[in-house]
């Protein structure tokens, strides 16, 4: 497979789950969560929209840098962290705005926290600029995280 395909797939696959999370999460922002008591730290909604595709775009290079990367070693369990992480990323939308369970989304999110400094760890011996391009993502994370723990103590 070449390489540009390689990095066509990488970049579509986070797109992907995205896409699925928001067919959960767009017809809820303006009424259902729109609802809820949000803390004074909350950030405008129009913010989510330019972070999440930046932070896409991130993870699907640094899942190309693992692809294509030449260190020897089995890759297995970066690909299959990827995966769950990616897949947690897409449930906690569908618990939190599809579901209307801020306590579901709370607890997939903690799991997917994990899950990403998981795919960090494992991603570092294949490609270290892998595992640094997706530190900003669970650094939001760690916020979204953060702001789901107020948003369920609010409400």
């Given at each position: 497979?070449?390489?540009i395909?390689?990095?066509?797939?990488?970049?579509?696959?986070?797109f992907?789950a995205?896409?699925?999370?928001?067919?959960?999460?767009?017809?809820?922002?303006?009424?259902?969560?729109?609802?809820?008591e949000?803390?004074?730290?909350?950030?405008?909604?129009?913010?989510?929209?330019?972070?999440?595709?930046?932070?896409?775009?991130?993870?699907?290079?640094?899942?190309?840098?693992?692809?294509?990367?030449?260190?020897k070693?089995?890759?297995?369990?970066?690909?299959?962290?990827?995966?769950?992480?990616?897949?947690?990323n897409?449930?906690?939308s569908?618990?939190?705005?599809?579901?209307?369970?801020?306590?579901g989304?709370?607890?997939?999110?903690?799991?997917l926290?994990?899950?990403?400094a998981?795919?960090?760890?494992?991603?570092w011996?294949?490609s270290?600029?892998?595992?640094?391009?997706?530190?900003?993502?669970?650094?939001?994370?760690?916020f979204?995280?953060?702001?789901?723990?107020?948003?369920?103590?609010?409400?």
């Amino acid at each position: 497979m070449s390489k540009i395909l390689k990095f066509i797939i990488s970049i579509v696959i986070p797109f992907i789950a995205g896409g699925i999370g928001s067919l959960a999460t767009f017809p809820n922002v303006s009424t259902w969560y729109a609802t809820l008591e949000k803390p004074f730290f909350s950030p405008p909604n129009w913010i989510f929209g330019p972070v999440w595709t930046l932070l896409y775009v991130l993870m699907g290079v640094s899942l190309y840098l693992l692809w294509t990367s030449t260190r020897k070693g089995d890759k297995t369990k970066a690909f299959m962290a990827f995966g769950i992480q990616i897949a947690l990323n897409t449930l906690w939308s569908v618990f939190f705005f599809g579901l209307h369970a801020p306590v579901g989304g709370l607890i997939t999110i903690v799991i997917l926290l994990i899950s990403i400094a998981l795919t960090i760890r494992y991603f570092w011996h294949f490609s270290k600029m892998a595992s640094y391009l997706l530190l900003p993502y669970l650094l939001w994370v760690s916020f979204a995280t953060i702001l789901n723990i107020a948003i369920v103590a609010l409400n």
